[in-house]
């Protein structure tokens, strides 16, 4: 099978505009994503709607597609940049423009769960740990997933699922393994196109998660598991945070 990735990249970003072209240890974070996935998939493009973003990644070396300033999700763009890029790929792996640590251990995952050959869509999960506070099992910024004997997932949310009725709120995550979602997506081709022409559901709209418009359509979504933390880039924080962690525990 032959994989491509896309890595969507936007430049008007509200909590941090011009993110992907922020420097982080002397390479701006979209760079660092590019070179991530890029030894580990056939392919891999930026797709922005920015030419300070195109430009940007041009002068690294890297390949990008333009795309539509008008999408609400990157699943959208990812769609529109693998129909630019031309087919011959079966499957679409999105990897947020945001996620500068992600590792190879974690494609190599989602790249697992295509090996059954009903997968339509894949996503990751972590563990949480059971010396984790509640307070990070209830963060409404940390999706939590519930899945199936067959490690499907059964749903997505930003509340805690599932709910211990009968044990206290302490003891949750020493009785339960609770499951956080990475927002890392893969997508046979044929399915990509498929679930970018649906209408936004009711349940996506309540949860504000997309996935759930999939699952709400009776898509199956497999689930492969990480034990590695992904460190996202939403803010100027984030970015301080990160760069302490470069120093510190990863070499690239």
Same mark, same amino acid.
């Given at each position: 099978m032959k994989y491509i990735g896309i890595i969507p990249a936007r430049y008007a970003s509200t909590r941090f505009p011009g993110k992907p072209l922020a420097v982080l240890g002397g390479k701006t974070v979209i760079q660092r994503v590019y070179e991530q996935v890029l030894g580990c998939l056939d392919e891999a493009y930026v797709a922005t709607d920015d030419v300070r973003i195109e430009e940007a990644v041009k002068a690294f070396g890297g390949k990008v597609v333009m795309t539509s300033n008008m999408h609400k999700s990157g699943t959208d763009r990812c769609f $529109?940049? &693998?129909?630019? @890029? +031309? $087919? +011959? &790929? !079966? @499957? @679409? @792996?999105?990897? /947020? +423009? !945001? $996620? =500068?640590?992600?590792? =190879?251990? /974690?494609?190599?995952?989602i790249k697992e769960c295509f090996k059954d050959a009903s997968t339509q869509i894949a996503t990751l999960v972590k563990p949480f740990d059971a010396n984790d506070s509640f307070e990070m099992l209830e963060n409404v910024n940390s999706p939590k997933v519930v899945v199936s004997k067959n490690w499907n997932a059964l749903y997505f949310s930003r509340s805690v699922i599932p709910f211990m009725r009968n044990s206290d709120k302490s003891e949750w995550l020493k009785n339960h393994t609770y499951y956080k979602h990475i927002g890392l997506y893969a997508y046979r081709a044929e399915v990509l196109k498929e679930i970018t022409a649906l209408p936004q559901s009711s349940l996506e709209i309540a949860e504000s998660l997309e996935q759930l418009r999939w699952l709400e359509n009776g898509y199956t979504i497999k689930v492969g598991v990480t034990d590695l933390e992904t460190i996202g880039i939403d803010t100027p924080e984030d970015l301080i945070k990160a760069e302490s962690f470069l120093k510190e525990q990863y070499v690239g």
């Open positions: $529109e940049a &693998y129909t630019k @890029v +031309g $087919e +011959g &790929y !079966d @499957v @679409v @792996v999105n990897i /947020q +423009g !945001d $996620e =500068p640590f992600i590792q =190879p251990s /974690q494609l190599e995952s």
